[in-house]
């Protein structure tokens, strides 16, 4: 059973003229190893530096090794912050692990933060801070430090502008979780990508804006644009992030291709699925030949599920024909390479929050539902084909009538 020694609930502090965490909790155990990645500017040693507050507060010890930055720019960065960091909080400037190690044992800490791993440094391994090979003998020696002892560990691991873990991704091997701060304009993703102890994929959304972050308690109302009327080039689909479902807006452009190649843009989704939809298309005999598509999702969010697949299709569809899409319908399911609208996972969940926010109408796979389902106010319109549901929503008249 694991040792319990913090649990912080609703966690909240701000600048004096603006918020920056708010409802934040969590629980730490005796000898976890974690670490918080993330591309510079996303908030990670702010978060962290009250984290070691937090503990601090409770009487635990925290020895806060930076590489990053001086003992100064700490203290200042802590003043601003918190007004005045807890005597329980030892600042230590350098990268040396051994003078590290020395830090924990004297002060006898519980919590050791590492700010960043990718600076730390063993004097007898050669090779530059950030390597391979000190990378991994520094994470090997902390983690065994931190099961043999239970001490709490947080590293801060920076990312590269691809998105990748700085060094070694066999690091990653050797912590039990790992949380990632994703950065687009003002929204801020914490997404956990590994646990070796529960469940993946679970994601806190927070919104950066002049009050600082705050959490999105309505995903779905963060992604939607109002309007009084419908616009052409627009769809609604649903996706999944953890086991939240939110409700997203897929937009398509289309333009003249100069020259005979026409071009292939897209934003918060892959290209190569941008493709394989305008080949299902093309094959059912709608072509873009001579028409450069660009599609995206709004509010800067990646669309990493299927689900999406028929409400992309619309948004190109409805950009095709220059005809909007009839307001308050949203589109659920994968496409085929034959053009079937196949059926998507957690459909049940899907269906109640679209029913929650009050949608008039939702287009799913045909297979999708098996029982009852008059206990929904959203009409449920089943569709098995991409020429099924074109023809019903642009003309109302599909070629076979849908099933309620």
Known sequence: MKNKVLEVKDLSFSYPDKSILHRLSFDVDAGDFMCIVGTNGTGKSTLILQIA????????PVVYASGEESKAQIKLRSNRILNELSENVYVMPGDNLEDIFTSVDEVKAGLLIVDSIQTC??????????GNAQLLECSERIRKKAKSEGLMVVLIGQMTKKDELAGSRQFEHLVDAVFEFEAVEELRMLRG???RFGSIGEVGMFEMDSDGLNPIDNPSKYFLTERDEPIIGSALGITKEGTRPIIVELECALSRALGGFPARYTEGLKREKLNILLTVLESGGINFFEENVIAKPTGGLKLNENATDLAIVMSIISAKKKTPIPQGTVFIGEIGLTGEIKKVPSIDSRLKELDRMGFKEVIIPNQSIKGDIEGLKIKVTKMKSINDCIRYVFSNSPSKSPQK
């Open 53 to 60: 507050q937090n503990f601090a507060k409770q009487g635990v």
């Open 193 to 195: 990508i590994k646990n």
């Open 121 to 130: 440094t063993v004097s007898y391994i050669e090779g530059k801070a950030g």
